[in-house]
């Protein structure tokens, strides 16, 4: 049931979102929510330096620069870095990064996450024009993009495959169902009690089978390539790397450096997304089964953050957007799975349930695109949701009631640039 809250304006609102921020500040990193995620994740700090590039831009740097201490020698930058000694399953004891040479003095996880930090770094820069903190920071995220060029190519198009649901930031996703039930679920020692919430049974099995297989090949890409069951080219985390190769193409410059691998890599994302992921919409693709995933969530949009996508194929994924399977149907945008999809599930996580940052990174693709009015839905439906239940991990997106933590990190962080 939707909670009362009592109303507050613009700037009452602002300032909840900045406490909330400071609050999860552990003076190393932004936590992205008190108690079940004590860590620094690696596109949530992304997301909370695009929020708080115009008010607390000294934190945001530090934000970023917290998160790329744990970038290893590869280039890869991890999904978790742990600053902490607080218990979260899997923690080092399951990455063990410090027995790998490439790992850094911090402890991090073996996994990478949505590359989001270009398009945060030019964020930053936008709001305040500070080169000397492109300069100083544009090779590690170049590496970053190295990285995923050179490791990540699995289906040798041009696109980066993630080898674990974890890697796309939208765990439970339906679109990793199919793909998932190829790997073995060995049960491991007894499931964390709050993991069992959010990853029911054999899933979790499966979760960390991934991962430890891949950290007992060393984290090795010739295992990656040639032996690891999961591997799925994603339309959101495609989607997101090429808006950070544009950003970064246009922060070149400033770094001294040369915009051309970074534009002819977007170019390549470009083509290798329409002519495998797209057909009447952007759908992920197994490269183990070699097929496409047919099941439409919110990641199918993903590519509409390229500026470059053609106006014909704008206009079809903004139709399936708008439509009764998505935010035609439901009073708040966006859910995170098609409503008439078998999978769907109003109350579990990525299968149903609408998120901050999903919104944000559709009304930035609006934004792309001149849509004005698709972008004024997303940022009105997105700000009616936290100033009703609060700056929830996500919502409810038919009533809009709150789910999973409270103080979410990038739910407070994106609330302020919404406002701005
Ligand atoms: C969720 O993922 C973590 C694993 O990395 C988890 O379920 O424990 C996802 O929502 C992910 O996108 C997010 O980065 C992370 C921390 O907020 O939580």
Redesign the pocket.
């Known amino acids: 049931m939707m909670e009362a809250r009592p109303a507050v304006d613009d700037a009452a609102l602002g300032r909840e979102a900045l406490g909330v921020l400071e609050a999860n500040w552990t003076g190393a990193g932004t936590v992205?929510a008190p108690g079940l995620?004590p860590h620094q994740?690696s596109?949530?700090s992304a997301f909370i330096v695009i929020g708080l590039a115009r008010h607390r831009p000294d934190r945001a740097r530090d934000e970023l620069l917290s998160l790329l201490r744990g970038q290893w020698a590869t280039g890869m930058v991890p999904?978790?870095v742990f600053h902490t000694r607080e218990a979260y399953f899997p923690g080092p004891s399951v990455w063990r990064s410090q027995e790998h040479d490439a790992a850094p003095g911090v402890l991090t996880s073996g996994l990478t996450a949505p590359p989001l930090h270009g398009l945060a770094l030019w964020w930053l820069y936008r709001h305040t024009g500070d080169a000397a903190f492109v300069r100083a920071t544009y090779p590690a995220i170049a590496a970053q993009h190295d990285y995923l060029a050179a490791t990540r190519d699995l289906g040798g198009a041009g696109l980066a495959a993630i080898v674990h649901p974890?890697e796309s930031?939208?765990?439970d996703s339906p679109a990793w169902d199919e793909p998932l039930a190829a790997v073995p679920a060995i049960r491991y020692g007894n499931r964390p009690v709050e993991m069992e919430e959010?990853h029911p049974g054999s899933d979790h099995d499966r979760y960390v089978w991934l991962a430890l297989h891949y950290r007992d090949a060393g984290y090795s890409p010739g295992y990656l390539r040639d032996e690891h069951p999961f591997a799925v080219e994603d339309p959101m985390f495609n989607g997101i790397w090429l808006a950070s190769c544009q950003a970064m193409a246009e922060l070149a410059p400033l770094a001294g450096a040369d915009p051309a691998p970074q534009l002819e890599r977007a170019e390549r994302i470009r083509h290798a997304l329409l002519d495998r992921l797209w057909d009447g919409c952007f759908f992920a693709r197994d490269l183990r089964a070699d097929r496409l995933i047919r099941v439409c969530t919110v990641g199918a949009f993903g590519p509409l953050l390229d500026p470059g996508l053609s106006a014909e194929h704008v206009q079809a994924a903004v139709e399936v957007l708008e439509s009764a399977r998505f935010m035609g149907a439901t009073g708040y945008p966006v859910p995170s799975c098609e409503i008439r999809a078998a999978q769907f599930d109003r109350t579990r996580y990525w299968r149903g349930p609408s998120w901050v940052n999903t919104n944000w990174l559709l009304r930035r693709a609006a934004t792309v695109h001149s849509l004005d009015h698709l972008g004024r839905q997303l940022a009105h439906g997105t700000l009616r949701l936290v100033r009703q239940a609060g700056f929830r991990e996500c919502f409810d997106p038919f009533d809009g009631s709150g789910r999973g933590c409270r103080d979410f990190s990038w739910s407070a962080a994106l609330t302020l640039d919404l406002l701005a």
């Open positions: 992205p995620y994740w596109w949530d999904h978790i974890w930031g939208m765990d959010r």
